[in-house]
């Protein structure tokens, strides 16, 4: 079967849990076509042949013969995408990666390292970062409109069943150390870490306490954890997958000149002074902030999969035009790699008791 339209760019997708959504995208985005799946599961394999009608395979070494294959998009569990993605960049294909990069540092650094080396270009999911609200908070803290930051958090107030952890292939493998990299901060909370230390600079040491409650799993369901962030800043990082059945999202930022304040992706406050101390114009701008953006209900709080595919679609869509354009994609995985790093971190700080700096702030 050869690819439908000669000029689009082919994609395959490894793993068909999230992966499911990675086709999806990949189906809506323009200029992409999806040409191959990949999974060591017949079930998942048979069901995506059906779904989406293109070839299959029963592992990336086969997966990597198909000459249509010109992205693959890695979304097996945590621990094993830089041992898959690697094999991918050898190939010379273009890497797009489930968030988190990896694990640890040392396999996130080695993926980033093939993907240099082979001069395939490697994106980092985390669509957070990408959606239209995310972006004008950025540009309204870069724009020095909030004043100097003194404050952020993020209260990510999640929850997972059992069957949750006991599912997934491996079975088991989420919440663990050495395939999840950890449990609510390294999983769940990721994309709004990824996003905290993206809008606020960087972060330069964490000091977490964090506990397992809930859930029979090795690493933590809840985590709190004081952060310093590298503008000198302090914040807050909470996530738990213990807050049944889910609750929401939150995020807050406060500077000397205007405070930002978000329940999931509503927008609960935008008030920001202006410089010629026009209440009436500072009002509306929050009014239109608010109309443009009242929440959703396509949140990650009870059930990973609710999340909408939306913006794995821009990133797909992102990554074509990075390939026609040879530029690098949106999101790098240099850009990716800090919120491993913070999460390695919050597990070394719970773990010995101390604040940690990282060593991207020394
Ligand atoms: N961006 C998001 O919002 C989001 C949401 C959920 C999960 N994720 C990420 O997606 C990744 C997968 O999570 P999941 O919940 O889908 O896990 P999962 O266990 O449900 O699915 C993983 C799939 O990979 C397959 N697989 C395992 N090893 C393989 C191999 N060597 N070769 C080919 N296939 C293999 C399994 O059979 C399974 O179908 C994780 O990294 C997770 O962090 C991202």
Redesign the pocket.
């Known amino acids: 079967m050869a690819k439908q339209d000669p000029n689009a760019i082919g994609f395959a997708v490894?793993?068909?849990?999230?992966?499911r959504h990675h086709c999806r995208s990949i189906r809506e985005a323009a200029g992409a076509e999806l040409v191959a799946i990949?999974?060591?599961?017949p079930g998942?394999r048979a069901k995506a042949a059906q779904d989406y009608g293109c070839r299959t395979y029963a592992?990336?070494d086969e997966l990597l013969q198909d000459d249509d294959v010109q992205v693959v998009n890695v979304?097996?569990?945590?621990g094993?995408?830089a041992d898959?993605a690697i094999r991918v960049a050898q190939s010379g294909r273009h890497v797009i990666c489930?968030?988190p990069l990896d694990v640890n540092l040392e396999k996130a650094d080695a993926l980033i390292a093939a993907c240099d080396d082979f001069g395939v270009k490697l994106a980092s999911?985390f669509?957070r970062r990408l959606h239209p609200l995310s972006k004008r908070i950025k540009e309204a803290v870069d724009a020095g409109r909030l004043g100097t930051p003194h404050w952020a958090d993020i209260h990510l107030y999640w929850y997972r069943t059992d069957g949750y952890y006991a599912?997934?292939?491996p079975p088991g493998?989420k919440g663990t150390f050495k395939m999840d990299g950890g449990g609510a901060c390294m999983?769940q909370g990721i994309?709004s870490i990824d996003f905290i230390g993206w809008v606020m600079g960087g972060v330069a040491s964490v000091y977490a306490k964090t506990g397992t409650f809930t859930h029979a799993i090795e690493a933590e369901d809840v985590g709190s954890v004081l952060v310093t962030f590298k503008n000198g800043a302090l914040g807050n990082i909470t996530c738990t997958t213990s807050a049944y059945p889910g609750l929401t999202n939150d995020f807050h930022i406060f500077g000397n000149r205007g405070s930002i304040a978000l329940m999931d992706e509503k927008v609960i406050a935008w008030r920001i002074m202006r410089e010629d101390g026009d209440k009436d114009a500072e009002l509306a701008e929050e009014r239109e902030l608010q109309a443009l953006y009242p929440g959703s209900d396509s949140s990650?709080a009870a059930d990973?999969m609710a999340?909408g595919f939306d913006g794995h679609t821009v990133h797909v869509e992102d990554m074509v035009r990075a390939i026609h354009e040879n530029r690098d994609p949106i999101i790098t995985g240099r850009d990716a790699r800090h919120a491993v790093e913070i999460c390695v971190a919050i597990q070394e700080s719970a773990r010995t008791g101390r604040e940690i700096t990282l060593d991207s702030a020394r």
Do not use: F, Y
């Open positions: 490894v793993g068909l849990g999230m992966g990949c999974d060591i599961d998942r592992s990336v979304a097996v569990p945590t094993l995408h898959v489930e968030k999911i669509q599912g997934g292939n493998w999983n994309h990650g990973p999340v």
